[in-house]
């Protein structure tokens, strides 16, 4: 016992979670300090976080319905009752562009959630375990790998039925998995011959905690910057999905299926409304998350920056 009435091995213990709080603390503030310098990715994060404000605020509080139609107005331009003018029926294009903001960037979202957990969740087994696991599903990422994602997206779109955003997410999930895969896998490949990794085994540790708790802590920050970025490849090709008729079916609105009326010589000529800004969102919102992604590269990993 010591003079404060614990044990040597318990102080230790503390001792060394307490070090290895700090030593996370200090990398995470280091990268926030980073990240807080890169001027460009703090104006598209700020770009980003307004965007999705007024996506969930505006058809709350606007005083028309999505679906509401008013043949009186129709292609009514900007101004008056209609801040951003009106669509071919009467539809009120300023709410609808928020409105389908919210699918589209929620779309994004859940795409990218869920193909960050199966990547990361097959590219840990396949980098841990080697051999007949990390041969099977990198060869399946191969596959993937073989084709253009567009040609893929349409394919699988066209035999699952389009018009769903179920369809949607469950269809650019597993065509984007295997990026993250390839990274997190080669990221463990290399962190599991560390001497700390030995220790793990000595001590009798099981992979299942030497996964989660040893192994992934160490390529979270990676996992972000790619997901950061994947967001943008998620929105592109949602939005072109629904340009082409094969994602969400109208009436509901997305920024994809809104730049549809685009299609139309007379209305790019004439009607800018119907179609500009809807495409300015998703121009600014892939650039601000791809600026974002570089800021995070860089923050993680100094080295990395070009």
Known sequence: MN???????????????????????????????????????IVALSFLCAVAIACVLVPVFSPYT??????????????????????????????????????SLGIALAVTFSQTVLGVLLGSLAGYYRGAADA????????????????????????????????????????????????????????????????????????????????????????IVYATMGMANALLVETSLSFLGLGVSPPTPTWGNMINEARNLLVVLGKWWLWVPPGLCIFLSVMCFNLLGDGLRDAVDPKMKR
Request: with cysteine.
């Open 3 to 41: 003079a404060k009435g614990g044990s040597p091995g318990t102080d230790g213990a503390v001792g060394r979670s307490g070090l290895r709080t700090r030593i996370g603390a200090g990398y995470w503030g280091g990268v926030f300090l980073r990240l807080a310098k890169n001027k460009p990715a």
């Open 66 to 103: 999505v679906e509401q139609t008013n043949f009186a107005a129709a292609y009514a331009p900007p101004g008056g009752a209609h801040p951003l003018g009106a669509d071919k029926l009467g539809r009120d294009l300023f709410l609808r562009l928020f409105y389908g903001g919210r699918i």
């Open 136 to 223: 099977v599903i990198m060869r399946v990422a191969d596959v993937f790998y073989s084709f253009p994602l567009m040609m893929m997206a349409i394919t699988m779109v066209a035999i699952l039925g389009s018009g769903s955003v179920q369809t949607l997410i469950i269809t650019l999930t597993l065509l984007t998995w295997p990026g993250i895969a390839r990274i997190v896998r080669g990221q463990i490949l290399t962190l599991r011959e560390q001497e700390y990794m030995e220790a793990c085994e000595a001590l009798g540790i099981r992979d299942s905690s030497r996964i989660l708790r040893h192994l992934l802590p160490n390529v979270l920050a990676y996992v």
